[in-house]
T-cell receptor
């Protein structure tokens, strides 16, 4: 399977705990994006990497959120001290700079904070 | 930052053609129009992208008038499996950062 892979698919955590999600983009894609989606809404942009450099961060990305993309390959999104409002689907997408128009999305990680 | 407006929901029957119109009054010169489809519990899937006039691929057509202030996604002969949420986005081609905004989308229900 050469699509965007996200793990885990589901995560239930207690409020106050830290969680980490992983995204493996399509191998030749040098751009990687994180989005968050709540029920009934479209995805909201969180952050974007080109290779290993984090080039954009949304105001939605509070200091409890951190994302990394070491070596420009897979990426991790960590949420510290989770809150119930963090419950959402976290989507990762990748694209190739200068390539076709579309970004390819993974199936997401659904986070439930109880 | 171009804002888009789409109908919240639409109903159709199997075999019919469905047209979903998106308004983007403040589209910029460099902006492209992109449509995504999303099924429940899945990530969005790219459908089509265009800049002006008409674009057609194996699943849809995209009609863009000369002023580019709106666009229409056309799905020919829909089936039950086309029931999904459809998003219209406007932004610079190849960029999906803060300037590439998903709205609430159009929830299409295809009935038998």
């Amino acid at each position: 399977d050469t699509g965007v892979s996200q793990n885990p698919r589901h995560k239930i955590t207690k409020r106050g705990q830290n969680v980490t999600f992983r995204c493996d983009p399509i191998s030749e894609h040098n751009r990687l994006y994180w989005y968050r989606q709540t029920l009934g809404q479209g995805p909201e942009f969180l952050t974007y990497f080109q290779n290993e450099a984090q080039l954009e961060k949304s105001r939605l990305l509070s200091d409890r959120f951190s994302a990394e993309r070491p070596k420009g390959s897979f990426s991790t999104l960590e949420i510290q001290r989770t809150e119930q409002g963090d419950s959402a689907m976290y989507l990762c997408a990748s694209s190739f700079q200068g390539g076709g128009p579309e970004a390819f999305f993974g199936q997401g990680t659904r986070l439930t904070v109880v | 930052l171009a804002k888009t407006t789409q109908p919240i929901s639409m109903d159709s029957y199997e075999g019919q053609e469905v047209n979903i119109t998106c308004s983007h009054n403040n589209i910029a010169t460099n902006d492209y129009i992109t449509w995504y489809q999303q099924f429940p519990s899945q990530g969005p899937r790219f459908i089509i992208q265009g800049y002006k006039t008409k674009v057609t691929n194996e699943v849809a057509s995209l009609f863009i008038p000369a002023d580019r202030k709106s666009s229409t996604l056309s799905l020919p002969r829909v089936s039950l499996s086309d029931t999904a949420v459809y998003y219209c986005l406007v932004g610079v081609r190849g960029n999906y950062g803060q300037n590439f905004v998903f709205g609430p989308g159009t929830r299409l229900s295809v009935l038998p």
